[in-house]
């Protein structure tokens, strides 16, 4: 079976997947997704061999646990679930103990199976599958109320097949993308540009500002330089069209995207942007 996404993650590109498949090369040497998040690209391209990125290292963590020692996580993804509480109120307090338990992972930057698999279960029981921290570096996302299961055995193993042959980094994503060279693909999918310029303060906030976009466009153009095929995704906002100018540009409305909604359709198009006519 082809795995896919095993953790939900704001930002997916399942919706877009459609339009994507249209721009995947025929054949390609090595494939890079430096904003790996929950990896719906790589899932549904299945590549021979990947480089893989993201700077979450609680994101990173669970793959390569996944890549290194399937079993053993889904062995402690079973016990934690298996010790949830049938009362719906001790439910939410045994999220918030399990949120506690991932935070002192976070805090002493301990990435290991336990973390992993902390993750894997929070990040079904947070509200939207949002990944948010406070100040002091702690997850804060309160819980959704579900406690159904987070995770396919087979689904596991099955990801676990296809990142064999996957290279996972933790960092930033212009270093991810050092070793590409001519004859690789490229999908580029970062944190969103805001619809309105002036939300840009905010953006800043959570990690990723004007000047990440602006380093971004220098990464695109240095790529293709290099003589790889490069992929783009962001929201349709001038700022994007400026930083891409030259390049070939594909506007999705949203009524082609699966599952369009209408807070979609109220204005979030998406823009897709490769380096090749
Ligand atoms: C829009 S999400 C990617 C979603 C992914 N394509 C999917 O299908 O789920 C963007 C990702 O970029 C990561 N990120 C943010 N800043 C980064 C940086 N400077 N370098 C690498 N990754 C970064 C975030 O942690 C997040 O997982």
Redesign the pocket.
């Known amino acids: 079976m082809r795995a896919k ?1 095993f953790i939900k ?6 919706q877009l997947l459609p339009e994507l498949r249209k721009l995947y090369p025929e054949s390609f040497e090595n494939y890079f997704e ?8 790589f899932f549904d391209l299945a590549p021979q061999h990947a480089v893989l ?4 290292p609680a ?1 990173t963590n669970l793959y390569q646990t996944i890549k290194d020692d399937a079993e053993g996580l889904i062995q402690l993804v079973s016990e934690i679930e298996e010790a949830t509480p049938a009362d719906k109120d001790e439910q939410k307090q045994y999220y918030y103990q399990l949120r506690s338990q991932f935070n002192e992972g976070l805090t002493s930057d301990t990435y290991d199976l336990k973390n992993a698999a902390l993750f894997m279960v929070i990040n079904h029981r947070c509200f939207n599958g949002l990944f948010r921290v406070n100040r002091s570096g702690e997850f804060n996302v309160p819980f959704n109320g579900s406690s159904r299961p987070s995770l396919s055995p087979e689904n596991i193993h099955a990801a676990a097949e296809s990142l064999a042959n996957t290279e996972i980094l933790t ?3 212009v270093d ?1 993308c050092e070793k590409a060279k001519e004859g690789d693909f490229v999908f580029l ?4 540009a805001p619809l309105k310029f002036d939300s840009f303060t905010n953006y800043a906030k959570e ?2 500002g004007l000047e ?1 976009h602006e380093r971004l466009a220098t990464l695109f153009r240095d790529l293709d330089a290099r003589g790889c095929r490069v992929v783009m995704t962001n929201h349709d906002v001038p700022l994007i069209h400026q930083l891409y100018e030259g390049y070939s540009a594909l506007v999705v409305p949203a009524n082609r995207m699966i599952n369009s909604n209408a807070s979609r359709r109220a204005g979030s198009v998406e823009i897709i942007v490769r380096n090749w006519t």
């Not at 430096?34 to 690209?41: T, W």
């Open positions: 996404p993650w704001a930002g997916g590109k399942r430096p904003f790996l998040g929950g990896g719906a690209v990125n993201d700077i979450n994101v960092g930033d994503f991810a999918d970062s944190p969103y990690g990723f990440d």
